[in-house]
């Protein structure tokens, strides 16, 4: 069982910086793959990025070259540096977990964040 918590959201002017965290609970978050997710008003929620145990990553084409995932076995913490934003990144951002590498399919990550409000300004 994993248990998650993301921080590190807010508004911000089109063009800043947010970096996001997730803080993990539990032995097994060094064996997990992490997962990051999105979920804007009315649409669904999608893919942003993962990172796998061993340190490979994923991105959504979105987000390539602005944003970077990251982890921090030794603090049980997954991150988010979300760079040279736009409004239509603006979306609750979510935190997952998986014990196996499944891709970027929300239904591969059992185990969910309460999600973190991300908004950027025009």
């Known amino acids: 069982q994993v248990q998650l918590v993301e921080s590190g959201g807010g508004l911000v002017q089109a063009g800043g910086s947010l970096r996001l965290s997730c803080a993990a609970s539990?032995?097994?978050?060094?064996?997990?793959?992490m997962g990051w997710f999105r979920q804007a008003p009315g649409k669904e929620r999608e893919f942003v990025a993962a990172i796998t145990r061993s340190g490979n990553t994923d991105y959504a084409d979105s987000v390539k070259g602005r944003f970077t995932i990251s982890r921090d076995n030794n603090k049980n913490t997954a991150y988010l540096q979300a760079n040279s934003l736009k409004p239509e990144d603006t979306a609750v951002y979510y935190c997952?977990?998986?014990?196996?590498?499944?891709?970027?399919?929300?239904?591969?990550?059992?185990?969910w964040g309460q999600g973190t409000q991300v908004t950027v300004s025009s």
């Open positions: 997952a977990a998986a014990p196996v590498w499944r891709g970027r399919s929300p239904s591969g990550y059992p185990y």
């Open positions: 539990g032995r097994t978050f060094s064996s997990s793959a």
